[in-house]
T-cell receptor, first 112, second 114 residues
């Protein structure tokens, strides 16, 4: 039982490049989330998927798109990366009748 | 006023000290309260989960919720250097609809010195 996994762990992009961050969970959870974490800003919700087939914007969705590929997988895409998107990105999942969320190890993204 | 306020610290204590970490909140609908621990360069991990008011104890950790004051606390007894981490409070109004989201504090950085 790996919990929540994220790939890649690290990534360096140039301004304007695109990339997709991958997230998968093996806990059969219905809900999945993408956050970014910046110094002094805390965790900020980018997008979430309350259940398979649905996605909704969070607090800071601009510049990002998401896909809930199936119940296990939820990807985050940066179409045209900007330096302001330099951050640590965390995926999380929630399920089992509880409000607690379980986080992945994170992806450290630098946009030059 | 932010929905959740948490003193960012940093907080530095000697090994063996009792540590008190706190959050205040403004949304009276919150009824589920969590504490997460985040080690440097790692993802947050769930430490404590409580529902409504009261206390919950787990080993050296005690979580307290006072809904009348909109105040939650995490106490760490006999603190150890391995407790050095950032502690995040989180809360929600309950499952369903837009309430699937958690509201997080910004975290308190704790260092326990040997």
């Amino acid at each position: 039982n790996a919990g929540v996994t994220q790939t890649p762990k690290f990534q360096v992009l140039k301004t304007g490049q695109s990339m997709t961050l991958q997230c998968a969970q093996d806990m059969n959870h219905n809900s999945m989330y993408w956050y970014r974490q910046d110094p002094g800003m805390g965790l900020r919700l980018i997008y979430y998927s309350a259940s398979e087939g649905t996605t909704d914007k969070g607090e800071v969705p601009n510049g990002y798109n998401v896909s809930r590929l199936n119940k296990r997988e939820f990807s985050l895409r940066l179409e045209s990366a900007a330096p302001s998107q330099t951050s640590v990105y965390f995926c999380a999942s929630r399920g089992g009748g509880s409000d607690t969320q379980y986080f992945g190890p994170g992806t450290r993204l630098t946009v030059l | 006023q932010k929905e959740v306020e948490q003193d960012p610290g940093p907080l530095s204590v000697p090994e063996g000290a009792i540590v008190s970490l706190n959050c205040t909140y403004s949304n009276s609908a919150f009824q589920y309260f969590m504490w997460y621990r985040q080690y440097s360069r790692k993802g947050p991990e769930l430490l404590m989960y409580t529902y409504s008011s009261g206390n919950k104890e787990d080993g050296r950790f005690t979580a307290q919720v006072d809904k009348s004051s909109k105040y939650i606390s995490l106490f760490i007894r006999d603190s150890q250097p391995s407790d050095s981490a950032t502690y995040l409070c989180a809360m929600s109004a309950g499952s369903g609809g837009s309430n699937y989201k958690l509201t997080f504090g910004k975290g308190t950085l704790l260092t326990v010195n040997p």
